[in-house]
């Protein structure tokens, strides 16, 4: 086995962050929060290129009422080996996710903070389960 990984990434770029908060949120309620992720792929053979969209989208609310929405999209590009040991539909799946949810999760306690609010800090993510769940909504290029 070569010391180089199978995948690497190299890039990765912010596509879309919006984020949403009423202005009359109350700081002393318990919001519930929910948390949904669409992952997507395009892999390019020729220049063994593979590009991973992983779209999060955030909310929080108390009593039916979202106080808090925040949607943000990150594009991830990464090289590969001709000898990976993983498909590139099973790396697109959960572990290049994986690799750029740190990214995410960054960016919405940054933004959140910003908006006046205590830092939305998202708790890490077993996306192998989530996958095997089928909890991760797969998107495709059109």
Same mark, same amino acid.
């Given at each position: 086995? &070569? $010391?180089?990984? &199978?995948?690497? =990434? &190299?890039?990765i770029h912010l596509l879309e962050s919006h984020f949403k908060r009423d202005k009359d949120i109350e700081f002393n309620h318990s919001y519930k929060n929910n948390v949904s992720i669409e992952t997507g792929h395009d892999f390019e053979q020729? %220049?063994?290129r593979?590009?991973? %969209?992983? =779209?999060?989208?955030? &909310?929080? $609310?108390? @009593? $039916? @009422? @979202?106080y808090i %929405?925040?949607?943000i999209i990150m594009l991830g590009v990464f090289s590969c080996s001709p000898d990976a040991q993983l498909s590139v539909d099973q790396f697109s799946k959960a572990n290049g996710p994986a690799i750029m949810f740190p990214f995410l999760r960054e960016h919405l306690a940054s933004i959140s903070l910003k908006s006046g609010v205590k830092p939305i800090i998202l708790p890490a993510i077993?996306? =192998?389960k989530l996958v095997?769940?089928?909890?991760? @909504?797969?998107?495709t290029k059109k």
């Open positions: 086995m &070569s $010391g180089k990984p &199978s995948f690497q =990434i &190299s890039d020729v %220049t063994n593979l590009s991973i %969209t992983v =779209i999060l989208n955030y &909310s929080a $609310g108390f @009593k $039916g @009422k @979202k %929405t925040a949607k077993n996306f =192998i095997a769940e089928d909890k991760i @909504k797969n998107i």
